[in-house]
């Protein structure tokens, strides 16, 4: 059977059928994780889609999971850190595309970076000098974080000077 256009819902026609399946998006859950130096934590993905590209830790919610849950659960299981879940920043969506992605602010409060299964690396990395994002709604969840972040009055070029900008940790110098 020919994929159906996108929003065309599958049926049978049959006389004994009446049943229609409605292709329904998944829900993705990501985390702009931000250590106490003022650093983003992302995660170098060890999986398709975008493999090797810098990301935030996310994935998808599993059914009846609470999404603040599911996001605290992505981050622990990619990067080895726990968060405290601070702010929604926003919901993201693109045409013809499967995934509705949620995204939340959080900061570090537990453990040490270090890349989980789904990583390749994890890095710490000032808002200011962060590498080329994965996913085209990046931009967008950076700004939202951005935003959220002078909200409580704190700039993007603001960390402790003794902090290094960036450090990043790969799965084989855990070994």
Known sequence: MPEPAPGTPLSCSGPACHYTWFRDPKVGVGVVVEDPA???LLVRRNHQPRMGEWAFPSGF???GEVLEAAATREVLEEAHVEV???ALLGVYSEADEPVIFIAYAGSM???TPSPGDEAIEV???APHDLPR???PH???VLGAWAEWRASRGRRLDESPATTPA???TTRESRS
């Open 123 to 125: 890095g710490l990395f």
């Open 138 to 140: 990046d931009d967008r």
């Open 166 to 168: 960036t450090s990043a």
């Open 84 to 86: 405290r879940i601070e």
């Open 61 to 63: 919610v599993d059914a």
């Open 38 to 40: 003022g650093r983003i």
């Open 133 to 135: 994002l994965a996913f």
């Open 109 to 111: 409060i537990g453990g």
